[in-house]
């Protein structure tokens, strides 16, 4: 193949191969009667050598001195660039990932940092639920006022609202403990706390879309996850107190 060919063929410029000729990185095996250059399927084979560890970061000098190791083995050269690109890649899915959870995150309103929503959420990511509650909620006046709230709302804004959920749930967790019926005015008050912090952090709750989020809590496993880790039995524990408030207020 001619220069040219090879540059077409290979997505470089007739420069490029000029000059890898030029400083010994790839010769041409063969010349025409009139001088041009002539590449065979080894020069070929070397060129995407070049490009793959080019591609991965490494210098000419570096690559030429790898190539031309009378020692190396091509089987490990592949191995090697094999292993190099798994690790780019699994970077660069890292990257992604992390980009789309921004993009999530602030689809959802929550102008944070990922230090900062660290530092409110721990381990659980919001944003993961984004598209379902869209999809769900886009289209409610509660999805538009929970967006308009969420977007307005700061660092220290979440970390008073994640107080307030903290200390709610922790009182559930002690009424379980203590034996205190689900369906008792105790458990119910509480529910109607929950229900109250619903109202003024996110959107009007209603005592009936606040029995369909406590159904929420035993139907869906996510969210019976969330409650179990602070106390075994708490998910149904509130679901029952929310929905028991619900009718009490019916």
């Given at each position: 193949m001619n220069v040219g060919e090879v540059a077409a063929l290979a997505g470089v410029t007739v420069r490029t191969l000029h000059h890898y000729d030029r400083i010994g990185l790839l010769q041409p095996s063969g010349r025409t009667a009139?001088?041009?250059?002539?590449?065979?399927?080894?020069?070929?084979?070397?060129?995407?050598?070049?490009?793959?560890?080019?591609?991965?970061?490494?210098?000419?000098?570096?690559?030429?001195?790898?190539?031309d190791d009378p020692s190396a083995d091509p089987a490990e050269h592949l191995r090697r660039q094999h292993r190099l690109l798994r690790d780019r890649l699994e970077r660069t899915s890292a990257m992604v990932a992390a980009v789309e959870k921004e993009m999530e995150a602030?689809?959802?309103?929550?102008?944070?940092?990922?230090?900062?929503?660290?530092?409110?959420?721990?381990?659980?990511?919001?944003?993961?639920?984004?598209a379902?509650?869209?999809?769900?909620?886009?289209?409610?006046?509660?999805?538009?006022?929970?967006?308009?709230?969420?977007?307005?709302?700061?660092?220290?804004?979440?970390?008073?609202?994640?107080?307030?959920?903290?200390?709610?749930?922790?009182?559930?967790?002690?009424?379980?403990?203590?034996?205190?019926?689900?369906?008792?005015?105790?458990?119910?008050?509480?529910?109607?706390?929950?229900?109250?912090?619903?109202?003024?952090?996110?959107?009007d709750c209603s005592p009936e879309m606040h029995a369909g989020l406590g159904r929420m809590y035993v139907e869906d496993e996510r969210f019976t996850a969330y409650y179990e880790r602070v106390a075994p039995g708490l998910a149904q524990y509130v679901s029952t107190a929310v929905q028991a408030n619900a009718a009490r207020h019916a």
């Open positions: 009139a001088g041009y250059r002539q590449y065979s399927p080894a020069d070929l084979d070397r060129l995407h050598q070049v490009l793959l560890y080019r591609e991965l970061g490494f210098p000419l000098e570096e690559v030429a001195t790898l190539l602030r689809a959802m309103g929550i102008s944070l940092t990922p230090e900062e929503r660290f530092e409110v959420f721990g381990d659980w990511l919001p944003e993961e639920y984004a379902e509650a869209e999809e769900k909620w886009g289209g409610t006046d509660a999805w538009a006022q929970s967006q308009q709230r969420t977007r307005a709302m700061s660092k220290d804004d979440w970390l008073r609202v994640k107080a307030e959920s903290d200390d709610v749930e922790a009182r559930f967790a002690a009424a379980l403990r203590s034996g205190v019926p689900a369906d008792s005015e105790q458990a119910m008050d509480l529910a109607e706390e929950h229900r109250q912090q619903i109202s003024r952090n996110f959107y």
